[in-house]
């Protein structure tokens, strides 16, 4: 089933537990182990306006990127994420084949700014994947019209981000109804997922399940799911699942070498994994800085970030206002428990 692949974010994603300082040996060895296991795409990390330093994976140009990748990648590909405001486009380099993938992310609010960019990265020869953040916060029409936009544009792919981890089977089913029947059927469909709701292996397994046959495409994931709390899909489970159900024949033990040797170290210091106070910011599909503000009160239960977080209209949702939420606290702190929220909004 060459038409599904295998994106492992590690690097990237998961560079938000660690400040992406995995160490120049440790990064290295990622790489050489999820080539072993034939991992078919590795996100290597972030380019953005930054200094370069060797530990990290976060790089001002492609120049620096590739001095951490082997000489012979056989058949891996390797890729790259930029948020559109982070980066300076004009300082890319034209592909020479040895990156071949940049992803790029934007908001529902700079999409056209966004789009703009993504032309620019498809300009200078690189495989652009579109990937807007939160898809859960687009109605159906706006979808449309982003599918519109991006069909003119034509990128190599688009991704389905549950960026919240809101994503349930129902809403899953109809996004991939959406895209599937609007995008154009050579453009390559991705799926990235969040643990919040403790359901990306179940809803990557459902992806597999209704996916148009004839289209390709490619599930993110990463080693023991690291990335930002809660974490995403882990790829050693969906490798073993399209092993036993999809024919693929991924070898998992240098993955779990990998998981041993840099993953549960990384782990140990700075855990992710399922967490209720992360279930709640999904369930409104909030941005996830709502739940860890309101985290660092250390006085609040469950109970009451529930009570407030549902508090949060629409309009402020998808991004983050650290005013706003503490406005929200104060006055849940001074009612004793009652949030009136025409009185802060």
């Known amino acids: 089933m060459e ?16 400040q992406w300082d995995f160490g120049e040996k440790t990064i290295k060895s990622i790489i050489a182990r999820l080539m072993e296991a034939g991992t078919d795409i590795i996100e290597v990390g972030f380019l953005r306006n930054c200094t ?3 530990d990290k994976t976060l790089f001002p140009s492609m120049k620096e990127l590739k001095k951490l990748l082997p000489k012979n990648p056989g058949n ?24 071949n993938i940049i992803r ?15 032309a620019k990265i498809k300009a200078k020869g690189y495989q652009l994947f579109v990937n807007p953040i939160n898809i859960m916060g687009y109605s ?7 599918l519109e936009k991006v069909n003119h544009l034509h990128p190599y792919g688009f991704s389905i981000v549950d960026t919240f981890g809101s994503m349930t089977g129902r809403e899953l089913t109809r996004i991939y109804s959406l895209c599937e029947n609007n995008l154009a059927k050579d453009i390559v469909l991705g799926l990235h997922l969040h643990e919040n709701m403790a359901q990306s292996y179940s809803l990557a397994q459902s992806f597999l399940k209704i996916r148009e046959q004839g289209r390709c495409c490619v599930l993110d994931a990463s080693l023991n799911g690291m990335g930002r709390v809660p ?19 991924y070898d998992l033990d240098p993955v779990l070498d990998a998981i041993e040797e840099s993953i549960s170290p990384i782990k140990q210091q700075e855990p992710w994994g399922y967490m209720a106070e992360y279930f709640l910011s999904a369930k409104f599909n909030l941005h ?24 949060i209209p629409k309009e402020k949702k998808s991004a983050f206002d650290r005013d706003f939420i ?9 009612s004793g428990g009652k949030v009136n929220v025409s009185r802060v909004y």
């Not at 492992?8 to 998961?14: A, E, S």
């Not at 860890?292 to 508090?311: A, C, N, V």
């Open 3 to 18: 038409n599904i692949r295998l994106l492992d974010c590690t690097l990237r994603d998961g560079g938000y537990i660690n």
């Open 140 to 146: 159906d029409q706006q979808l449309l019209q982003l």
């Open 288 to 311: 996830r800085n709502y739940a860890e503000y309101l985290l660092t009160k250390g006085s609040l239960s469950s109970r009451d970030m529930h009570q407030i977080l549902q508090m």
């Open 76 to 99: 891996t590909q390797f890729g790259a994420m930029i948020l559109h405001n982070q980066y300076d486009v004009e300082k890319l380099e034209p592909c020479d084949g040895t990156v």
């Open 104 to 118: 790029v992310t934007f908001h529902d609010y700079d999409f056209r700014e966004g789009l703009a960019f993504c």
């Open 326 to 334: 503490e406005g929200l606290y104060q006055q849940y702190e001074k």
């Open 52 to 54: 370069w330093e060797k």
């Open 231 to 249: 974490g995403n899909l882990c790829i050693e489970l969906i490798m073993d699942y399209l092993n036993r159900h999809f024919g693929k024949s």
